[in-house]
């Protein structure tokens, strides 16, 4: 589930590699045309941003499946209404969360803030995964990214690095590097 979504993305591509037996507003319950933060979307089409929609439906998902995976929209920070953020809602709705830190220049800092903002929030964070927006190398990774740096800044585990992906259509390429990635926190003990 994505809860909201701005402008054409992954909703469209979560239909394009699975095959979900749910409708698209049962993937991403608010959509908006115009590719901005939610609340800023909203208001451009004269709507706004419906929390109790969202909830309904990630209720219903959860009481028909054995997991629903949510996607957020961007960092904790960003804003979801004109009074959430991507964490209070995390938070709120008590949703074990995964940090997703782009491998480029300024990752640490950018860690370490999410992670500030997360723990602020009272936000369940499990752990961290970096992600390859560009092809880098191990070199690269380990420069801008160095793992034990950002576990002892933050004292969050880093549970891997999704490499770039050429064609993130590849259901096996992606199954695999989905495997090399230490998951076994986010399971209910």
């Known amino acids: 589930m994505k809860p909201i979504q701005a402008g054409e993305g992954d909703r469209e591509l ?6 979900l037996d749910q409708t698209l507003e049962e993937i991403t319950p ?10 800023i979307a909203a208001a451009k089409e004269g ?3 419906d929390l109790g929609l969202i ?46 830190v782009p491998v480029k ?7 370490v803030a999410n992670v500030a903002l997360a723990r602020l929030s009272h936000v369940q964070l499990k752990g961290i995964v970096l992600n390859c927006v560009q092809p880098r ?17 933050t004292n969050i585990p880093v549970l891997g690095c999704l490499p770039y ?10 199954a695999f590097v989905a495997a090399n990635l230490d998951l076994e926190v986010l399971l209910p003990l």
């Open 14 to 19: 979560y239909t394009q590699l699975f095959s």
């Open 30 to 39: 608010l959509y908006f045309e115009a590719p901005l933060a939610p609340p």
């Open 137 to 153: 190398s191990d070199q690269e990774i380990a420069d801008l990214t160095p793992i034990e740096l950002i576990q002892s800044l």
């Open 55 to 100: 909830w309904q439906t990630l209720s219903k998902l959860r009481s028909s499946r054995d997991l629903v995976l949510v996607e957020a929209l961007g960092g904790l920070g960003s804003p979801v209404s004109d009074e959430f953020t991507v964490a209070d809602l995390a938070a709120e709705w008590r949703l074990p969360t995964v940090l997703v």
């Open 105 to 111: 220049l300024g990752a640490i800092a950018q860690t």
């Open 47 to 49: 709507r706004k941003v």
């Open 165 to 174: 992906l050429d064609n993130p259509t590849d259901l096996d390429k992606l």
